[in-house]
């Protein structure tokens, strides 16, 4: 066996090992990709949201003293954050108006951002999960899903 022949055997082997494992990765559904979004993401703002309910005059006292957002009375920003953090999450998980539920949640992610422009790295991470979602929509493990079937069904199964 020359060396020509040896480098190209001992070279293929780590393709088809990378080919196979890009093939396998490939047949995960990105559903269970968006689900996983969907839970962790939510999990994130429904935990922020029952903190601010636990704790409201902290939660107050942050948007008066740390936050102080221009234009929105602390009372009120809190009101909102609260509000925000534990309804569309639930959304989230169940997958109901799951691109609705993303929009105001994408909208506190900046400001966050505004807030701490440091955690900029994370906040684009969670601004990437749920900009997934708004796109992709929330997968066949959803309430929209189902509901879009049966949309499709009413219709005679019709495009």
Request: proline share 5%; no cysteine.
């Amino acid at each position: 066996m020359t060396t020509t022949e040896v480098a190209t055997a001992t070279g293929a082997r780590p393709r088809q090992w990378f080919l196979a494992v890009r093939s396998l990765l490939d047949r995960v559904p990105l559903s269970i990709v968006q689900l996983a979004l969907r839970i962790s993401i939510g999990s994130i703002f429904l935990n922020s949201g029952l903190l601010k309910v636990r704790s409201w005059e902290f939660a107050v006292k942050l948007f008066q003293d740390e936050y102080k957002l221009p234009f929105l009375d602390p009372e009120l920003g809190a009101r909102l954050a609260a509000f925000n953090e534990l309804v569309w999450p639930v959304f989230l998980f169940v997958g109901l108006a799951t691109r609705i539920a993303a929009l105001p949640l994408l909208a506190m992610d900046l400001v966050i951002v505004y807030v701490y422009p440091d955690a900029w790295n994370e906040q684009l991470l969670w601004a990437g999960a749920l900009g997934l979602l708004l796109i992709r929509g929330p997968g066949v493990f959803s309430l929209d899903f189902l509901i879009e079937q049966g949309f499709r069904r009413g219709r005679g199964g019709g495009n």
